[in-house]
């Protein structure tokens, strides 16, 4: 038998009270899992700045979890993004994901900042130089949307860990080859960088089409059929644990060491996969008076 993974978890901050309660719920859910660390990221423009903050600082304190603040050069000085890297470093975060960040809603296209970093290269270089954090980034096995393609995806990873970046997190994709094919091509221009694979437990398959075409991720003909029959015979979440599960499975056989879970605040399927891929929630004892 394989074993077991590393295993992290992306969480998402709340806007609304509702929201909050869901994020503290798969919080507890997902925490006796004993994650190697958990990230939390900005909304789209960085919309969630100071809730981001907020809930990294919650989650540190109160689970005692290793969190990974997502940071973006969204809308934001130079200035204002490394007073924030200053107050991650205040409240005890030792772990940043730099990212460029999307366009701000209504924009056509990402614009830098007048007075903001050019790209995530210049923010990873920025937090490298602080000595304070490990500073992982993204990776896209397919296309970035606003990349040419592949080879340049790989050269500008080159470049973010050449910058000071110690590993790599991927957008999600639906094919072991897909993050194969790519891991390859990183070995072959040079990245000795961990590169983490991100995993999407799907939750509703409408849904993650939905979010596969704005991310540029390729949606097999062959699953796509699979999940419709599963969602007519009223088993789509028993078709999604198999499917995900067995996703992981082969990422492990080819060597994969580490899964990152985007669990949209909802832990009951993470939990289930996690689960089958054999690593058991920690079993805490309350004292008894």
């Not at 909304?43 to 109160?62: P, Y």
């Not at 960040?101 to 830098?112: H, L, T």
Request: aromatic share 8%; hydrophobic share 40%.
């Amino acid at each position: 038998m394989s074993k077991a993974p590393r295993i992290s978890f992306e969480f998402f901050p709340p806007q609304t009270l509702d929201a909050s309660f869901r994020l503290w719920e798969t919080v507890q859910a997902l925490a006796p899992m004993q994650p190697n660390f958990v990230s939390v990221t900005y909304g789209a423009g960085g919309t969630t700045r100071k809730l981001t903050h907020e809930a990294v600082g919650t989650i540190h304190r109160n689970y005692g979890l290793n969190v990974a603040a997502h940071l973006t050069c969204v809308d934001a000085s130079k200035a204002e993004t490394m007073e924030i890297v200053e107050a991650y470093a205040a409240a005890g975060v030792t772990e940043i994901v730099a990212l460029r960040g999307d366009a701000p809603k209504g924009a056509a296209k990402w614009e830098k900042h007048p007075d903001g970093f050019a790209s995530s290269v210049e923010l990873v270089e920025a937090i490298a130089k602080t000595g304070k954090f490990k500073v992982r980034v993204g990776a896209y096995p397919e296309p970035h949307p606003d990349s040419p393609g592949t080879a340049a995806d790989v050269e500008f990873l080159k470049r973010k860990i050449d910058a000071g970046a110690t590993s790599a997190i991927t957008q999600f994709f639906f094919e072991a080859d897909t993050f194969f094919r790519f891991r390859d091509a990183c070995v072959k221009a040079g990245i000795t960088a961990p590169i983490i694979p991100g995993i999407l437990p799907i939750i509703s398959w409408d849904g993650a089409k939905k979010f596969a075409r704005r991310c540029g991720s390729d949606v097999p003909v062959k699953l796509d059929e699979a999940f419709t029959r599963a969602v007519r015979d009223g088993r789509e979440e028993l078709y999604s644990l198999a499917q995900c599960t067995q996703l992981c499975d082969k990422l492990i056989e080819g060597g994969v060491d580490d899964l990152h879970f985007y669990t949209l605040n909802r832990p009951h399927l993470t939990r289930e996969v996690v689960r089958a891929l054999g690593i058991q929630p920690e079993v805490v004892l309350e004292k008894v008076a």
